[in-house]
């Protein structure tokens, strides 16, 4: 397609498109992305396979001598990591969304989105929507091997709504990574500042192992950690116990994180050339 063709559609795509139209876009892409992982099934091996190794893995490797430490056994270890691992899923497909989007820019993909006439924040809307299905399709995997490993589901409205903060959390996880994706050169490069951010927040926090033996300072660190916040939330939720300073926490850090970085990357997208 040339560039004289390229720019009436482009030049269309500015003008101010309504909520329904909107909506219309939307829901075409999403379609489009659900075709597309159709079409490679072998997408979908993260959203099967890591809730499944990480269950198996800290369950059966790790699981003896936390739960032996925090005063129970493996029984016990499974009802303490369970939680924390459905706090994780949101992380996982966050990650994965940069890459992704970075990967479809890189082969021209979205080149051809911004040279129609959509809206823009549709593209973004519509593969947030994709992953937090994916998301919660992995949380049901987990859930599923969590039942089969020995874990107890009490609560299961607490359980609901505990997927619920992890799919709100995940999704405004992904709009940095949308960021990421958009701003670095290649996806290698995003998924390394993923790891460079994630991996501190992910073991300097209550998802695996209770704080209480840490040092101090990191104990200071993990009560605000957003991913602390929502793995003590859905056991407090799913267990039973308090939830309220925990919530507070990952709800302000959800919404935070929408508000500054969705704008930021809708923006990257319009303006990126």
């Known amino acids: 397609m040339s560039a004289a063709t390229l720019a009436p559609a482009a030049a269309r795509a500015d003008i101010p498109i309504s909520p329904r139209a909107h909506l219309r876009h939307t829901g075409a892409l999403i379609r489009r992305n659900l075709l597309w992982i159709r079409q490679d099934p072998e997408s979908m091996f993260d959203a099967v396979l890591f809730p499944v190794i990480f269950t198996l893995l800290f369950v059966y490797v790790f699981g003896g001598s936390i739960g032996k430490a925090m005063g129970g056994g493996q029984d016990q270890y499974v009802q303490y990591v369970v939680p924390g691992l459905m706090a994780m899923m949101g992380m996982n497909m966050a990650q994965g969304v940069g890459t992704g989007f ?37 949380t049901a995997v987990l859930m599923v091997v969590a039942v089969l490993v ?70 200071h660190f993990t009560d605000y950690n957003p991913l602390s916040a929502l793995a003590d939330t859905a056991r407090g939720l799913m267990e039973g116990g308090p939830v309220a300073h925990d919530l507070w926490v990952t709800l302000i850090w959800s919404v935070g994180l929408t508000a500054v970085m969705a704008p930021v990357a809708v923006h990257k997208f319009r303006t990126k050339s």
């Not at 820019?105 to 937090?132: H, T, Y």
């Not at 073991?203 to 104990?219: C, D, E, K, R």
Request: aromatic share 12%.
């Open 150 to 219: 020995g874990y107890d589901i009490h609560h299961w409205g607490g359980m609901l709504v505990s997927v619920g903060l992890s799919a709100l959390f995940g999704s405004a996880l992904m709009w940095v990574f949308l960021t990421l994706g958009v701003t670095m050169k290649s996806a290698q490069s995003v998924q390394a500042m993923g790891f460079l951010v994630l991996m501190p927040l992910q073991f300097g926090s209550s998802i695996f192992a209770p704080t209480a033996s840490m040092p101090g300072w990191l104990q």
């Open 102 to 138: 970075n990967q479809d820019f890189n082969s021209g993909v979205m080149d051809r989105f911004r040279s129609l006439p959509i809206g823009r924040g549709s593209v973004l809307f519509a593969k947030i929507a994709v992953e937090l299905m994916r998301m919660l399709f992995a």
